[in-house]
């Protein structure tokens, strides 16, 4: 049976999936249907190709069982949706939506982490400025003020070191403090994730890869057998698969970590595939938006290996430039292939436009 797989949002995580539609053993797939709010999207890039079809219109109920009704199965590129509309489509969602509603205001991810026994870092909600003045009496300074919805690559998040910022910071948010929750700040050695899927109720994941963020953004991923002390890596793989057990769905799922005092603590998790794993396109035996799409339409998944080593190198607009990142490539050329994917985004501010991966030779 052929079927039609529905994408909503059309940014680079949707065309790098779509991107997969060609390959033989997909042949199960009629068509891909992409839905996006905006008209400037990288999934553009797909137009000619006649499995594609991308439609453009608000995320408004109508519009989307519109959409649904095209579709067999539905997936997303993106985690703030309106969960309530997406209760009312008729059509199976991956990863499921009862998980996205947990995921999607991050205190409550926090709280649903806690409750069932996983690693997390200390934190509290925040209904007045007492709440915050009560933690900062326990936990002192640094603390870190997150927003619970809608935030990305940093945006949201603000670190305060001293009564000084925090005053600043309150003056423009008194009133919407309802919005945000407080976490003590993890002076962390390091950010690694971890990403995989389930097949067939059996968890499939990558090995864990060390991440490096300027400014709240991801700028380097890097995977090497030895780049994580192994002891660290056991415990990431082991808390992977208790989440994986309690998010019980198909579809890629990843989670970034920090490590501190050999010891790790779930930091976010991601229902969708991630930015740092892009590296998989070129490092491993199959990338991970070939493990999401086969994850979600019940096809086998071999075993999840790193081939070779190799970095991920984020190009972002105003911050690291693909001229950068290719004079960092001039130093290590003879020992690294290189591959260049760019996203068909404009250079607005501080924005991820494509990636640079290097490619260990062999």
Same mark, same amino acid.
């Given at each position: ?5 529905? $994408? ?20 199960? +797939? ?55 509309? /997406? ?12 998980? /996205? ?30 709440? +915050? ?10 603390? $870190? ?35 945000? !929750? ?7 050695? #390091? ?29 380097? %991923? ?16 082991? $808390?992977?698969?208790?989440?994986? #057990?309690?998010?019980? %769905?198909?579809?890629? @799922? ?16 991601? /229902? ?14 199959? #990338?991970?938006?070939? /493990?999401?799409?086969? #994850?979600?339409?019940?096809?086998? @998944?071999?075993?999840? +290996?790193?081939?070779?080593?190799? !970095? ?8 690291? %430039? ?41």
């Amino acid at each position: 049976m052929r079927m039609n797989i529905g $994408i909503l949002g059309g940014g680079q995580l949707a065309y790098m999936l779509s991107e997969n539609i060609d390959k033989n053993f997909f042949n199960i +797939i009629e068509c891909i249907y992409i839905y996006s709010d905006k008209y400037d999207i990288p999934c553009n890039l797909l137009k000619e190709n006649t499995k594609i079809s991308i439609i453009y219109g608000d995320y408004t109920l109508q519009n989307l069982i519109d959409f649904s009704n095209k579709c067999d199965i539905i997936t997303y590129e993106f985690e703030n949706i309106d969960i309530n509309i /997406l209760k009312q489509l008729e059509k199976p969602i991956y990863p499921d939506i009862k998980y /996205l509603e947990i995921i999607q205001d991050k205190l409550i991810q926090k709280d649903f982490l806690k409750e069932n026994n996983l690693n997390v870092g200390v934190y509290n909600i925040i209904n007045s400025t007492e709440d +915050i003045h009560d933690f900062i009496k326990v936990y002192d300074y640094p603390i $870190i003020i997150k927003a619970r919805r809608g935030s990305f690559d940093g945006r949201g998040n603000k670190v305060i070191q001293n009564e000084e910022e925090l005053n600043n910071w309150l003056m423009d948010n008194k009133n919407v403090l309802n919005k945000y !929750y407080i976490e003590d700040f993890i002076n962390f050695n #390091s950010e690694l994730s971890i990403c995989g899927a389930k097949n067939n109720g059996i968890i499939k994941f990558y090995e864990p890869v060390k991440n490096l963020h300027q400014k709240n953004i991801l700028i380097k %991923t890097e995977y090497t057998n030895d780049i994580i002390k192994n002891n660290i890596k056991s415990k990431v793989k082991n $808390i992977y698969c208790d989440l994986l #057990s309690l998010f019980d %769905t198909k579809g890629v @799922i990843c989670c970034e970590f920090f490590e501190y005092n050999n010891d790790v603590y779930i930091n976010e998790i991601a /229902l969708r595939v991630h930015n740092t794993y892009h590296i998989s396109l070129d490092c491993c035996n199959i #990338s991970q938006f070939e /493990l999401h799409l086969r #994850s979600i339409l019940d096809l086998d @998944i071999p075993k999840l +290996i790193f081939n070779k080593n190799g !970095y991920m190198y984020n190009m972002i607009s105003n911050l690291q %430039t693909e001229d950068d990142i290719l004079d960092i490539y001039q130093n290590i050329k003879d020992k690294y292939d290189i591959k260049v994917k760019k996203y068909n985004k404009k250079p607005l501010g501080i924005r991820k436009i494509g990636h640079v991966n290097f490619i260990e030779k062999i």
